[in-house]
């Protein structure tokens, strides 16, 4: 019987109800003991294997259903040896779904002020893993198939266990998921690797998966002196150390030592990199010896099994080998052609011959060369004796060398389905690109019977052989094989029939081999290669001599002198190499409680990760997945805002990454902005609060990009120190590539209140770029692009003189919107000096030569004229100079011209694009005489341009560039000389003249501004004299004076 319907069951006669909650409290019976149930996974009974690179590792049997779990508390009553947690949450207990645990801050790798090399240095681990149970992190960084991807088909390709399909729009793996692909210069988050180098992308499409800090050993060790260490450790197996200890001059004239450690174990990591003698303990003046360094640097490893390594010239070549046996210059790719109607591996081996579609598609994608006698990479073909096939395709791409196995090209053997001459080289590659003909069956991943073939890449002609072909890509790899790129478009196209679909493919294919080598089975073989070149090291490379009698690294130079004390703190943080901290990491900025109207940008869940920062790159490392999920320039990063525990990282166009850190309140948040500060250019926002006036208004004007153009006086945006030059980074919370310009301007008309998160301009007021955004602009500028876009013939918003306007056609047609006097001027002569790259999209033949630079505040740079004749090239002659002329003075003629072009054109570009400069810096109150020379130098600047275009036609006279020539005969080289220097001399002058202006402009800002100052102290006086005034009436009982 229930107890007034409350309650447990009771025993016994129940007590008569009562209303008296008292009295009914205390009438229930006490409460009974805590069961000893615990909130642990239940261990499993037998090894369950997982799909993925984690087969073979316990994991927790699946949850059943809610039913299910709430009857699970009878399992209390049977006898259990040891007690077990069946719960991961007490909330299913009640069929609701369990709260996921709060991520933990990952270890960092000691000691704490080692600089990384590169990615694979940062996920060293000391910590042994156990063989055959797959749990490696390299593999773990695949992307696991759900039964969504299983089932996934397309008219390319059908779903299969076991892979994972990619049919476009998949993005690339990012922090929180998947993002957008990056453009140029940013790299992919795969394609990272070096860190205390730059490293630069000079091309489209980015090679992805590589161990690039593999030639650490080469450069830094390799032929200078070191010392090796060798021995067999009992945790970690067999291992290898080199050191090496350096020195440099520093930034003050001083002498600065380090070392540098290489420290190898089974495992296909490596800890690569360097640490400063500041942050070692104090030693004797000629440094630590081995011992006392690797018992700060490896705490892990134990100094006692270390022997010296020989001398023999075997031991460095051996360690080169271990270390660079992931580096390959040299693939192969198999290629299959399905017909019409097929789809079966049987139907594509057995195609004899090779079709109209596919042969266009094979000529566009490499060479055909003959077999016999072929002195390149081979890829295990016949170069001898012709059994393998007579020809075979064959290309080069970015350093490496690519020979494919074509179906059609290898041996053909008639009444054999399986065709073994063929699928003996197509059957071991690891990627497969499999041609379907218009009409082709999709192809399924399941029907190739192969140990290898990983990755296969899908392609499906369109309208083959017109001039309208195009193709579309589809990708199958393996569940253990992490996802590359480059990333397919929406729909995996269409590609045109181009150079760059070429450079795509072959990108996608090189990449696809290399992620392939983290899948389970070729990560096994290169471990067991590598533990037998470690084995072999340990036990026939070593001496007697132990890490206690080895020598220390004693330099001559150092012989009488003491070592010095060090710097002080933080002189550790300006190291080369990745220092590491561990944070939890989200994707966009958190805001404080209370955040304004328009609401807090939605956060994502926090992802433990490893943060590392050098003197070039910012990298995120989750070390779980065992891969790079975000990635930055240091000179990308614009600015950061920090409390305690967090700190809000913006960079690019103003994106925002949140980092949260561990430790005392403080202290890491105040080592990563010490860092930052010596790496990048960025600074501390301001957050500003900004009420509006009484008419609604909030006193300034922003741009389309966030940059405030101005700032009205006296008004409450003044007051809390917004300035001209200044950029809004978060409007109500959100950064501004997320809200938009049209939400952005939106929320600052409509808010109640607006708080703002701002940029300060840099020391001159100019506003503050990213190196990207420099990039993007550069690409706009005129003459960086190889075809000038038209003149568009929208009118010009600010107000010019019409010899302006006349100007602005002239020297900035490739730009749809020219700078008027009110835009802001931006310095960017450093970012163009320093860099000269191709444009995002262009192929390797638009290369972008550098002239020679005749005025050093500009980049004079123009494209290759693909026409341009060679030396002693005849022009075609005029009528009256075959009456008149001579073969001798033609050739003359001909043999004149490239010097001619060469000696004037770098001057004629200069003078263009210094005009281009004073254009743009020049203000609206210009005087039209002024503007008048302007424009009639620039004029004259494009005829001579058109006309050593042409060389050999006549030079227009008009300043018309569409206009026909005028002039019916060639130049003379000593009046273009003429011409040209006298432009040069008008423009000295204008230069001076602006020079001039500039200096008169910023005196009269200067008195402005002291006018300004003055005008506020003396209104603060007269506030303070009517004050004093008022008590002083009020003192003496006089009535209060009129202050109006």
Known sequence: MWAGGVGSPRRGMAPAPTDDLFARKLRQPARPPLTPHTFEPRPARGPLLRSGSDAGEVRPSTPASPRARAHSHEDASRPAATPTRLFTDPLALLGLPAEEPEPTFPPVLEPRWFAHYDVQSLLFDWAPRPRGTGSHTEASSATLASPEDQTTTSDLLLGAPGFVSELGGEGELGLGGPVSPPVPPALPNAAVSVLEEPQTRTTAYSLEHADLGAGYYRKYFYGKEHQNFFGLDEALGPVAVSLRREEKEGSGGGTLHSYRVIVRTTQLRTLRGTISEDALPPGPPKGLSPKKLLEHVAPRLSPTCLRLGSASPKVPRTLLTLDEQVLSFQRKVGILYCRAGQGSEEEMYNNQEAGA???????????????????????????????????????????????????????????????????????????????QEPGSKPFCPSTIRSHFQHVFLVVRAHAPCTPHTSYRVAVSRTQDTPAFGPALPQGGGPFAANADFRAFLLAKALNGEQAAGHARQFHAMATRTRQQYLQDLATNEVTTTSLDSASRFGLPSLGGRRRASPRGPGAELQAAGALMWGVRAAPGARVAAGAEAGGPESVAAEVPCLLGISAETLVLVAPREGRVVFNCACRDVLAWTFSEHQLDLYHGRGEAITLRLDGAPGQAVGEVVARLQLVSRGCETRELALPRDGQGRLGFEVDAEGFVTHVERFTFAETTGLRPGARLLRVCGQ???????????????????????????????????????????SLKEPGRRGNPEPVQDEPVKVVMPPPAKQLLRFCLKDSTSPPGPGDLTEERTEFLHSHNSLSPRSSLSDEAPVLPNTTPDLLLVTTANPAAPSTGRETPPSPDQDQVGSPSSREDTGDSAPELRASILPRTLSLRNSISKIMSEAGSDTLEDEWQSISEIASTCNIILESLSREGQPIPESGDPKGPPKCDSEPEAGNLSEKVSHLESMLRKLQEDLQREKADRAALEEEVRSLRHNNQRLLAESESAATRLLLASKQLGSPTPDLA
């Open 735 to 777: 950064t501004l590539p997320k809200l938009g310009p049209q939400a952005a301007a939106q929320m600052l008309r409509s808010a109640p209140k607006v708080c703002v998160t701002v940029l300060p301009p840099d020391e001159s007021g100019r506003p503050r770029r990213s190196f990207s955004e420099l990039y993007m602009l």
């Open 357 to 435: 579609a596919f042969t266009q598609f094979l000529t566009l994608l490499g060479d055909v060369v003959r077999l016999k006698g072929f002195e390149s990479y081979r890829a295990q073909l016949d170069t001898k004796t012709d059994s393998t096939g007579t020809h075979s395709l064959y290309t080069t791409y970015q350093d490496h060398e690519i020979m494919f196995h074509v179906s059609t090209m290898l041996p053909y053997t008639p009444n054999n389905q399986q065709q073994l001459l063929r699928k003996r080289h197509i059957g071991n590659d690891i990627v497969t690109i499999v041609f």
